[in-house]
């Protein structure tokens, strides 16, 4: 299947590493470079490079598997390891990996010589629905998630659904959270469908991916640089990012995805007080992302996570900005929302316990 974004097209299938192949064929790099992490490396870049007949040489670039490999540090020196490599702006960068690898290696690409050709080969459910589609790129700042980064759009992205199968069930459930998402903010029926026949740990259909990536195209296409509507990609992220950039910071990373539902429980209960969300679907929103991702332990400083959560990009002037629904399945973008609202809301998630 292939989906349309705002500017990259996106391939889904069994049949990517054959199509990415005879791209490939068709045109002239001067050289071509991988960039993988660790595990990457050993469980997904064997396979695709077994496909690619039209590649006589290349350069692998590894950096360790985690969050902590978005920072300035590994991009500087990723920047000095293509300076010596002697990649030139007709260079081609592959990059074969979950969201930190395609949110990293897309960032270098926009970069590198003010910007060479890339692709995405995303190995993780979260890459695949989310991180890898729509353009965005970026490195964190310390506990600052994506406080540095571009708009740029890849050649096309190559979804290989058999990836799947070389993750733990963990990094299944942390990309699902994404799917729910897209389910909360445009498509209730859909939310329905994935929390009827999800289980933990086991991977989504293909049809589900799919779908996912694209709603998250429709919207993008609407909106590229997040202007507006885009925005709405961003429910559960204000205090997701807020309680990732924590736990990171104190040495205890948790996944995006695992900080994304904690983020979702915190932004149903301010659209129940904002929007008048009714009571009905706030329980039902909640069950949903509990029966999938349990209720975390938030025994972290409710005064860290709210100083991060001030700093979110998404704020203005000085102003707590967020995305909430008036119903599921349905976003409202920039509510503002007082700091005495986002408190309560911050009491509600680290105090009260499932029923």
């Given at each position: 299947?292939?989906?349309?974004?705002?500017?990259?097209?996106?391939s889904?299938?069994?049949?990517?590493?054959?199509?990415?192949?005879?791209?490939?064929?068709?045109?002239?790099?001067?050289?071509?470079?991988?960039?993988?992490?660790e595990h990457?490396?050993?469980?997904?870049?064997?396979?695709?490079?077994?496909a690619?007949?039209?590649?006589?040489?290349?350069?692998?670039?590894?950096?360790?598997?985690?969050?902590?490999?978005?920072s300035?540090?590994?991009l500087?020196?990723?920047?000095?390891?293509?300076?010596?490599?002697?990649?030139?702006?007709?260079?081609?960068l592959?990059?074969?990996?979950?969201g930190v690898?395609?949110?990293?290696?897309?960032?270098?690409?926009?970069?590198?010589?003010?910007?060479?050709?890339?692709?995405?080969?995303?190995?993780?459910?979260?890459?695949?629905?989310?991180?890898?589609?729509?353009?965005?790129?970026?490195?964190?700042?310390?506990?600052?998630?994506?406080?540095?980064?571009?708009?740029?759009?890849?050649?096309?992205?190559?979804?290989?659904?058999?990836?799947?199968?070389?993750?733990?069930?963990?990094?299944?459930?942390?990309?699902?959270?994404?799917?729910?998402?897209?389910?909360?903010?445009?498509?209730?029926a859909?939310?329905?469908?994935?929390?009827?026949?999800?289980?933990?740990?086991?991977?989504?259909?293909?049809?589900?991916?799919?779908?996912?990536?694209?709603?998250k195209?429709?919207?993008?296409?609407?909106?590229?640089?997040?202007?507006?509507?885009?925005?709405k990609?961003?429910?559960?992220?204000?205090?997701?990012?807020?309680f990732?950039?924590?736990?990171?910071?104190?040495?205890?990373?948790?996944?995006?995805?695992?900080?994304?539902?904690?983020g979702?429980l915190?932004?149903?209960?301010?659209?129940?007080k904002?929007?008048?969300?009714?009571?009905?679907?706030?329980?039902?929103?909640?069950?949903?992302?509990?029966?999938?991702?349990?209720?975390?332990?938030?025994?972290?400083?409710?005064?860290?996570?709210f100083?991060?959560?001030?700093?979110d990009?998404?704020?203005?002037?000085?102003?707590?900005?967020?995305?909430?629904?008036?119903?599921l399945?349905?976003?409202?973008v920039?509510?503002?929302?007082?700091?005495?609202?986002?408190?309560?809301?911050?009491?509600?998630?680290?105090h009260?316990k499932p029923?």
């Amino acid at each position: 299947m292939h989906i349309h974004t705002a500017g990259a097209a996106v391939s889904v299938g069994h049949a990517v590493f054959e199509q990415f192949n005879a791209w490939l064929g068709q045109q002239n790099f001067s050289k071509v470079f991988f960039l993988v992490d660790e595990h990457t490396h050993e469980c997904c870049l064997p396979s695709l490079l077994a496909a690619l007949s039209h590649l006589e040489t290349y350069e692998v670039l590894e950096v360790e598997a985690g969050e902590e490999s978005k920072s300035p540090e590994v991009l500087v020196n990723l920047y000095y390891a293509l300076t010596e490599l002697e990649a030139d702006r007709h260079a081609l960068l592959v990059n074969v990996g979950g969201g930190v690898v395609t949110d990293l290696g897309g960032f270098l690409a926009a970069t590198y010589k003010r910007g060479i050709s890339f692709v995405h080969f995303p190995s993780s459910l979260l890459a695949m629905v989310d991180a890898s589609v729509g353009g965005k790129t970026g490195i964190d700042l310390g506990p600052y998630k994506n406080q540095v980064g571009a708009f740029a759009e890849p050649l096309g992205v190559y979804v290989y659904p058999d990836f799947l199968e070389t993750l733990a069930a963990k990094h299944v459930r942390a990309g699902f959270a994404e799917m729910l998402k897209h389910g909360f903010i445009a498509d209730r029926a859909y939310l329905d469908v994935l929390a009827k026949e999800y289980t933990r740990g086991t991977p989504p259909s293909v049809s589900h991916i799919e779908r996912s990536i694209e709603i998250k195209a429709e919207i993008v296409a609407q909106d590229f640089r997040e202007g507006g509507d885009r925005k709405k990609l961003n429910f559960g992220h204000s205090f997701g990012h807020a309680f990732e950039g924590v736990y990171l910071a104190a040495g205890n990373a948790i996944l995006h995805g695992e900080a994304v539902a904690i983020g979702m429980l915190a932004e149903l209960y301010l659209s129940k007080k904002k929007l008048h969300l009714p009571e009905e679907q706030f329980k039902q929103g909640c069950t949903i992302v509990e029966n999938i991702f349990g209720r975390t332990d938030l025994s972290v400083d409710a005064e860290k996570v709210f100083a991060l959560l001030k700093n979110d990009k998404k704020n203005e002037a000085g102003k707590l900005r967020f995305v909430l629904l008036p119903e599921l399945g349905r976003a409202q973008v920039d509510v503002e929302v007082s700091e005495e609202e986002a408190m309560d809301a911050l009491h509600f998630l680290m105090h009260t316990k499932p029923a």
